[in-house]
């Protein structure tokens, strides 16, 4: 074939070789080219497909979480039940607990079947209590004590049908399976099928799941991701404002500034070995250093944002030094040969041409510290939390909170098959948010990304 | 004053530093500056707010301490109830000032009133109540008057503070200004100050490290103490039991990580490689702008969506094609392979998206240079831009290494909890970091050595993975000495 | 100052303190206590870790506190302690509700079908069973797969004491190995020795992983709280032990061999202190609420037949190692 | 197979090895290259001149398809390589490049080793059977690039660590290690001092033996020392092509003319 | 011998700017410059000249001491500016290259608009008041730096997109625009066309007036033409350093005289 050594250089095939008919190795390496753009293409190709898969099986599982079943009934409140001294102050009519608020309900709906004459077995207004979420009594409560005036008259009121009923109009609870269930009978579900027919029992889009608190184990229809999201947001406050720039600080002095020496390698290793360390052992770190060192207050969402910050630091500091790395050194020499400062060239020049990794870097940081459970766990976050919305920007990071994926970790521990639905429904949320964040470093990305 | 005041305050001192020190240099014309004026601003901003701030830090720190010990000196063991401690007679001391705080903040009660009141005539519990701050029980004597005892200490205090704050801030000030003519070198001031805040970025990580020791070592120690290190470090058995006569040794779990990460890596490296390659390559910018951050969600699913992936769907196929009625090879659905395949997806955009960003900086004239001498796209890539922007890809491959050493979830739900030493990746096995979770979340007695085996563990996955450090930083040195 | 009772501990008891809690928030004037999970031990830990409002005020315990964390305690200033018990959690067997007919069982079944080493023919031997029908005509002749809690879930010491133990007895592997020379307390280790060759397989996870192996593994047979049952009656169907098949009453009455109490343990020395924490304790022992007929028994806690006992205690403040 | 090479001289007998018609490039909308129609010969060394920024970058890099690698770049017009259309969407721009070999502007070696900067094209065609071969044709690239002496003790040290001219040299000898039939070289001697610069030439001259060569030179000199055939560009046109002498001693354009006159290099 | 016209010179009475001693420069184990000793002049364009790798951009470098950014760089001996040691710690690099400015071999302009590019030295150093100012700034050095005409209405265009010599004026024009008190030009012309050439030289030229010049030339006509004061290295030594005319007209060392007798550039 070749002789590479003839004198003046003998190409194997001569200059009529035809652009357009390749020869043998080119036809190679153009198939290996090939091969080499499908690996990629069905790299991404693969990505996307588990992205998808996993994006299908979320939302499929999850939707409904956002349609809840209500009952709609006229509640007569009952002087004689909530204002026994009949004197409406506050005060006493406060005295009166939720247990004093259950009979009137499970009266109205039980008036309401016997007015649309609903044939049913049950003789007795508390057998209706199977059909109501145990937080009707709370709600109806509240709404007695901020107006005490309405007492004595009958309010329309949307209560949430029990987790059971909610789960039967959605398919999951279904009349064979309900043959061992000690909550519900079949007899309740006639009833719904019954008010169904008109109206007095509809499912419509639940709100109170986007804005709501949690709620304990045996009432999964009030719960909410509302108050964990605001958990979330105020930990993922404190991330972004600390972690970016300590993180972007931190990388800027070991790759341009830091000079070549034991201290320097020290911190180095140090930055990538607590990448690999395990996010439960920085909620060790925090639970030690922030709340029994610095007495910051349990289950904060402060003291949460601080630990994801130690965790998130060393993503950060990977990517962005790779990218200040990949700055070609003669934009630092153009900069330094007009006279400016070692610090105007990198923050000039430098740092704006490494923004594209260090976005990345951020982007995936904070995904991560999106949806750590882990180190929460130790300082307080993970539990029965959420049950309060914070007042203020101060309470919010200061009063206990859970954060989301916290949250949903706990739903889906939960015993009730309704909790298991709003785990992915709150799953949902939870990218959602993510990709609210996402879509400003994502926009920022793309402007300074550019070829040199 | 409070402490947002103060702090508002020595910012606008700041701000009139900035302006005043950047007027100076400008209007005081003749020979040009040393420094930008800018700089000459910055200069006496720093010098207003560094010493400000840091005393506001430090007495913030320090009054509440001292504060303390003079109400406890005053009060003397007497007031402490049987059972109680003086650091829970404190927190109600803490609790009434603040109650009468808020209480005088709403005005429910006049100042005076609020340090003149005893318990012999008011119901403090009562008047505090109705401020909406409720108290655990009725308040004595000695502990309303150390709170009030407390409120005037803290008064003092806050006034010495804002006093020393705000007399610094001043001074910084006028030094700085003093400092603003033409040939005082303000930028080489502010980059000292810069550099010395960067350099403290970087000792954060050193905190950290120490930090992540000092609450290890403790629990770490006693668990040698109850448990001989030569059994943990040399039995080849994790059986860890409430009854005592535990075995736990240490190799089983760190093959299990090993192997898991390792199958993880194996996924994710060459799929977000290839991925990174066909995005900064290949891809045209429609595709890429919408591919690369639809792979990021990838990392950002939570991972306990990946574990019940690893559970429900992964598994159960897997088995049906290795289990028994395949090839026999697969126990069940929860294996090595599984939690790696699974946790190799969630690798995959810590590999993709920083190579790609790495990858899209490498300078044209390279890839130009190699076009030039008839190289196909894929051989530029392989042989100039992959080794050009090595550097870069060891850094994100180390960083999804990381990642998958420190992966908990996905291996609860996909590898199974079984501690094993096995060749065959069909195997259920567990890691280090998955029993150091649950462990530590068990119901062991928490001074029994299987609840403090969890610091051991992390305290040996830590070395361990120090040490890998180390050596990947001399490779990478070793390959850098190489190019460039 | 804080002003919220902080509780911490078992993922057991958390979600009865979690209607407690609720309740306790909707009907006080006090704030709605927070309760975290994290593990009986990790609660414990964080109990004992001293006073002060940077310490939690109760530990949920799906476990007796143990002497060594007494100590503990006492050595961080945690002298004081009210043990309250609140209830029982019964443990049941259970498998696909359309699965094989696995309905009733007897502690020898699962000794025979998990041990580490069963006696066949008088002879020790290294478990052989393969399918629940080598050993038993009445159960069905289908792989073995036992999905039981791992070894850090407490309910694994009381799944190996009341099950593999009695079984081991039961069928007299306990007495051969005695007689094949071993100690008394080795004899007893390895009764409660669980095979290892993926017949059996270690939950370290909760419930709602156990369900899900089930649901993809038919002939898999599950260990599950009675209150996780009793939500998903429509997935699993319940298999009777010795005969007793597992409801609150039977296992009040003590009829259902397998259960363990459930524990919270009160700071004492917090009290007067942390706003509404004596309420929160007093509350969650009430008979409303932790009575036979109140919420928590009918989300499947076994109330305790001695509550007014702990009602008493509660409300004297008694604390442990005080004369009960 | 391969006939022995035919070393002809005369520039006349020459067959046609490029041929451009109405070449049009814009980037974006500034358009750099205006309707050029120029046929460059077989074993015949062109040079385009003309003032910075005319154009003749540009329309080098049209002659490869390096363009293709800018994205806002485009070409309109027929470019033949031996009769066929080069930019025909059947051409592979890979097997062009092969063929039409091209030294840029500012030097742009590999961040690896000086050999294996020169390895890596024969590498990719498979030019060498093994290691010594191989070893042969770095050793013959880098002594006609005239560095061979520079580098041979440091062969395996980093080619970004030589200094300006002798990284020219070295993408120099990149390019001819590969044995392009038309070697397109811009500005190859811009940072050579005059004896490398001989020894360029020199190169030049032997290569035109078998292969076209097309040099981008600021040198009028140079120009006229090494090419038969010269182009003039300005402002994007291509103003005057033909014999170099005739272009240098008497050219027809005025603006020839005063950019040869108004020479001053 | 060589017979291009020598403007003429008012050597004798500039003071000295910078006066080198003992200068060595390691790259590694490399030995890239030997002991090499110079005095610069004050108001005057000194040349370094000398084969391809010699250590002109070497020793260059270290005159405002860009050697610092390359790790492996070693420099010993001594430097003064103005009487000062420029490698003395309490010596501010960042001032010194404010003083001592340099355009680099290799055009290398910030990925940035062309007005950009310009007006970021001016920015730094705070040499323009106002917008105004700036404009006029950036107007007057690209118009030193002889590209005005070409980039006056793509002022916003990045300066990456420029051709080979237009940038490389740009990063002329970048230089003076911060009106050093030294210029160092790296072979600033070798990508420039006559034309522009002489108007870079015209602009070194004007520059001298008040400043002093260092070029590194490859071209012992421009050296001949723009500079009193010529310095021949060879091998990391420097030969020979003396009157322009004289070194080209009557070298004392062999070496050089083979050199400048051996051109052809
Ligand atoms: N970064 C570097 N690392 C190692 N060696 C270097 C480096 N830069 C230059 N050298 C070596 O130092 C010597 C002098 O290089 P220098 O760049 O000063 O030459 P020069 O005279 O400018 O040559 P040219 O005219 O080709 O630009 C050369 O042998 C070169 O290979
Ligand atoms: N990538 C680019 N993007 C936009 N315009 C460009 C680009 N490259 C070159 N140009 C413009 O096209 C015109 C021709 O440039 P070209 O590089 O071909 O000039 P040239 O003749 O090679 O000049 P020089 O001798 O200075 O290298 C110039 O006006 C230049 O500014
Ligand atoms: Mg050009
Ligand atoms: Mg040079
Ligand atoms: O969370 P537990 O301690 O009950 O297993």
């Known amino acids: 074939m070749t002789d590479a050594t003839s004198q003046g250089g003998a190409r194997p095939s001569g200059p009529s070789t035809r652009l357009t008919a390749a020869d043998s190795r080119t036809k190679k390496r153009n198939a290996s080219e090939k091969r080499f753009r499908a690996y990629g293409l069905a790299a991404i190709g693969t990505g996307l497909f588990f992205l998808v898969v996993l994006l299908t099986s979320i939302i499929s599982n999850g939707s409904t979480a956002f349609m809840q079943t209500f009952i709609e009934v006229p509640v007569y409140l009952d002087p004689e039940a909530l204002d026994p001294n009949g004197n409406r102050d506050p005060a006493d009519i406060s005295k009166v607990s939720t247990f004093g608020y259950n009979p009137l309900i499970q009266n109205a709906v039980f008036e309401q079947v016997q007015d649309k004459g609903i044939a049913t077995d049950y003789e007795d207004a508390g057998d209706m209590k199977a059909l109501i979420s145990a937080s009707a009594a709370a709600q109806l409560r509240d709404r007695v004590i901020a107006n005490p005036d309405l007492i004595g008259e009958t309010v329309d009121f949307q209560i949430l049908a029990s987790s059971r009923v909610d789960g039967y109009l959605k398919g999951r609870v279904g009349r064979d399976s309900i043959t061992q269930d000690r909550n519900i009978d079949a007899g309740h579900l006639d009833i719904v099928d019954a008010l169904r027919e008109d109206g007095t029992v509809h499912k419509s889009f639940n709100f109170a799941f986007i804005t709501g608190a949690d709620a304990s184990e045996s009432r999964p229809e009030q719960a909410g991701l509302g108050v964990s999201m605001l958990g979330s947001f105020f930990m993922m406050l404190v991330v972004l404002f600390l972690a970016l720039p300590i993180g972007v600080a931190a990388s800027i002095y070991l790759e341009e500034f830091a000079p070549q020496n034991k201290f320097t390698d020290f911190i180095e290793v140090n930055i990538s070995n607590l990448a690999a360390v395990p996010s439960i052992v920085f909620g060790i770190l925090g639970l030690a250093a922030f709340i029994q060192f610095a007495h910051l207050p349990q289950s904060a969402p402060l003291v949460g944002g601080l630990t994801l910050t130690l965790m998130t630091l060393p993503t950060i500091v990977i990517s962005t030094r790779a990218s200040l790395k990949a700055v070609p050194p003669s934009i630092r020499d153009a900069a330094l040969g007009v006279g400016a400062s070692k610090m105007q060239s990198v923050f000039h020049h430098v740092l704006p041409l490494a923004m594209p990794g260090i ?20 300082i307080g976050m993970v539990g029965y939390i959420a049950t309060n919305y914070p007042e203020g920007v101060i309470s919010g990071f200061m009063s206990p909170n859970s954060a989301m994926p916290a949250q949903i970790y706990e739903w889906a521990k939960r015993a009730d098959p309704a909790y298991y639905e709003r785990a992915w429904g709150g799953i949902i949320i939870l990218l959602v948010f993510l990709l609210v964040m996402n879509v400003i470093a994502i926009v920022l990305r793309r402007k300074f990304e550019r070829r040199w | 004053m409070p402490v947002l005041w103060l702090f508002l305050i020595v910012l606008a001192l700041a701000a009139i530093g900035f302006i005043a020190g950047r007027m100076r240099v400008t209007s005081a014309g003749g020979k040009r500056p040393h420094s930008l004026p800018n700089y000459y601003g910055w200069n006496v901003a720093m010098k207003v707010m560094v010493p400000a701030y ?244 990838l990392a950002g699913i939570p991972t306990i969506v990946y574990g019940l992936f690893a559970l429900l769907t992964v598994g159960p196929l897997l088995l049906s094609v290795f289990g028994r009625d395949g090839l026999g090879w697969m126990q069940a659905g929860t294996a090595v392979m599984t939690a790696g395949l699974v946790m190799g997806i969630m690798l995959i955009p810590f590999v993709s998206s920083l190579s790609d960003d790495i990858i899209n900086s490498v300078p044209q004239s390279l890839r130009d240079g190699s076009y030039g001498l008839g190289a196909t796209q894929s051989e530029t890539i392989k042989q100039v831009i992959l080794p050009a922007a090595l550097p870069g890809i060891v850094g994100a491959v180390l960083l999804a290494a990381s990642r998958a050493i420190g992966e908990t979830m996905i291996v609860v739900f996909g590898a199974g909890a079984a501690a094993r030493l096995s060749l065959n990746p069909f195997d259920a096995m567990t890691t280090v970091t998955a029993k150091i979770v649950s462990q530590l979340t068990g119901d062991a007695d928490f001074a029994s050595p299987e609840a403090l085996v969890a610091f051991a563990l992390g305290m040996t996955l830590f070395i361990i993975t120090l040490g890998l450090n180390v050596f990947a930083l001399y490779i990478v040195r070793k390959y850098r000495e190489q190019y460039e | 100052a804080r002003d919220n009772v902080q509780v911490a501990g078992s993922s057991t008891v958390l979600p009865y303190a979690s209607i407690v809690a609720e309740a306790f928030g909707e009907n006080f004037d006090f704030p709605t206590p927070v309760v975290e999970s994290g593990g009986s031990s990790a609660g414990l830990k964080r109990f004992c870790e001293g006073v002060g409002e940077n310490t939690i005020d109760i ?125 008394e307390d080795d004899a007893e280790d390895a009764c409660m020795a669980v095979r290892t060759d993926g017949k059996s397989v270690d939950i370290d996870g909760d419930y709602t992983e156990t369900l899900a192996r089930i649901d993809s593994n038919p002939n898999g047979i599950g260990v599950f709280g009675l209150a996780f049952y009793e939500n998903n009656t429509d997935k699993l169907k319940v298999a009777t032990m010795s005969g007793v098949q597992p409801t609150t009453e039977t296992i009040a009455e003590g009829e259902y061999p397998v259960s363990r109490p459930l524990f919270f343990y009160v700071k004492k020395a917090h009290i007067g202190v942390i706003p509404g924490l004596k309420e929160y304790a007093e509350f969650f022992v009430a008979n409303e609420i932790a009575g036979p007929n109140g919420p928590l028994a009918n989300y499947g806690l076994v109330s305790d037949p001695e509550l007014a006992d702990t009602q008493s205690k509660v409300s004297n403040e008694e604390t442990m190692g005080s004369n009960m | 197979m391969y006939d022995a090479p035919l070393r002809k001289t005369d520039v006349e007998a020459n067959e046609i090895k490029i041929s451009a018609k109405d070449v049009q490039v814009f980037y974006g909308d500034n358009h750099a290259i205006k309707d050029v129609s120029v046929e460059l010969q077989d074993k015949t060394v062109t040079a385009f001149i003309g003032p910075s920024g005319c154009g003749k970058s540009t329309f080098l890099r049209c002659l490869n398809r390096m363009n293709d690698t800018i994205d806002v770049c485009r070409v309109e017009g027929l470019i033949a390589l031996d009769g066929e259309d080069i930019y025909d969407k059947r051409v592979d721009p890979v097997q062009l490049r092969a063929k039409v070999g091209m030294v840029f502007q500012k030097p742009n070696p590999f961040p690896k080793s000086i050999y294996d900067n020169v390895a890596y094209g024969p590498r990719i065609h498979g030019l060498a059977k093994n290691k010594a071969e191989l070893d042969d044709i770095v050793e013959k690239a880098l002594r006609r690039g005239a560095i061979w002496n520079e580098v041979k003790d440091r062969l395996h040290a980093p080619g970004t660590g030589l200094s300006g001219g002798q990284q020219q040299r070295l993408c120099i000898a990149r390019a001819v290690a590969t044995e392009p039939e038309v070697l397109l070289m811009d500005e190859p001697c811009s940072a050579l001092d005059p004896i490398a610069t001989a020894q360029v030439e020199e190169l030049i001259d032997e290569l035109r033996t078998n292969y076209s060569v097309v040099i981008v030179t600021h040198s009028m000199q140079q120009a006229a020392r090494v090419s038969q055939k010269t182009a003039f560009f300005h ?31």
Not at chain 2, 118 to 144: I, K
Not at chain 3, 75 to 91: K, L, P, Q, S
Request: proline content about 4%; some cysteine; hydrophobic content about 45%.
């Open chain 3, 59 to 183: 530990a949920n315990a799906s476990r007796a506190i143990r002497a060594g964390e007494v100590e503990t305690c006492a050595a961080n200033g945690v002298t004081d302690i009210i043990e309250v018990r609140i209830g029982y959690d019964g443990i049941v067997f259970a498998s696909q509700q359309t699965g094989p007919e696995f309905t009733a069982f007897e502690p020898s079944d699962l000794y025979n079908a998990l041990a580490e080493q069963v006696l066949v023919d008088g002879e020790l031997v290294a478990n052989p069973h393969t399918t629940w029908a080598d050993f038993n005509g009445d159960l069905p002749d289908v792989e073995i797969a036992a999905f039981i809690p791992g070894t850090k879930h407490g309910t694994r010491e009381v799944f190996e004491e009341k099950v593999l133990l009695q079984g081991c007895e039961d069928t007299g592997a306990m007495e051969a190995m005695v007689a094949g020379g071993m100690s």
């Open chain 2, 54 to 297: 840091l005393a506001l830090v430090v007495w913030l720190l320090a009054q509440p301490f001292l504060v303390n010990s003079q109400v406890v000196g005053m009060l003397g063991d007497r007031a402490v109830p049987e059972g109680s401690t003086i650091g829970l007679v404190m927190s109600d001391v803490r609790r009434v000032a603040d109650g009468l705080d808020a209480t005088v903040a709403q005005g429910l009660m006049t100042s005076e009133e609020a340090n003149s009141i005893r318990t012999e005539f008011t119901d403090v519990r009562d008047r505090l109540g109705e401020a909406g701050v409720a108290l655990g029980s009725n308040v004595s004597s000695e502990v309303l008057s150390a709170a009030q005892t407390y409120r005037t200490l803290n008064a003092t205090g806050n006034f010495w503070m804002s006093t020393v704050v705000i007399l610094l801030a001043v001074g910084g000030l006028a030094w700085g200004i003093t400092q603003s003519h033409g040939s005082f070198r303000a930028r080489n001031s502010v980059e000292t100050g810069v550099r010395i805040i960067l350099l403290s970025a970087a000792m954060l990580a050193i905190l950290t490290t120490i930090g992540i020791v000092l609450s290890l070592v403790g629990n770490t120690w006693h668990f040698f103490q109850i448990y001989p290190a030569s059994k943990f470090f040399g039995s080849f058995t994790w059986s860890p039991s409430f009854g005592g006569g535990s075995e736990l040794g240490i190799w089983p779990l760190l093959w299990g990580t090993l192997y898991i990460s390792i199958i993880a890596l194996i996924v994710a490296v060459p799929i977000g490689l290839f991925a990174a390659v066909y995005l900064s390559e290949y891809a045209g910018p429609r595709m890429r702008a919408w591919a690369k951050p639809l792979l990021e969600v």
């Open chain 1, 359 to 378: 976005l990345t870097g951020t982007i995936i940081g904070l995904a991560q510290a999106l949806g750590e459970t882990a180190p929460l766990l130790l």
């Open chain 4, 235 to 265: 402002l994007g046109n291509l103003v005057e092509y033909g014999e170099t002498s005739q272009i240098f001693t008497n050219p027809v354009d005025s603006r020839t003319e005063s950019y040869i006159t108004g020479r001053i290099g």
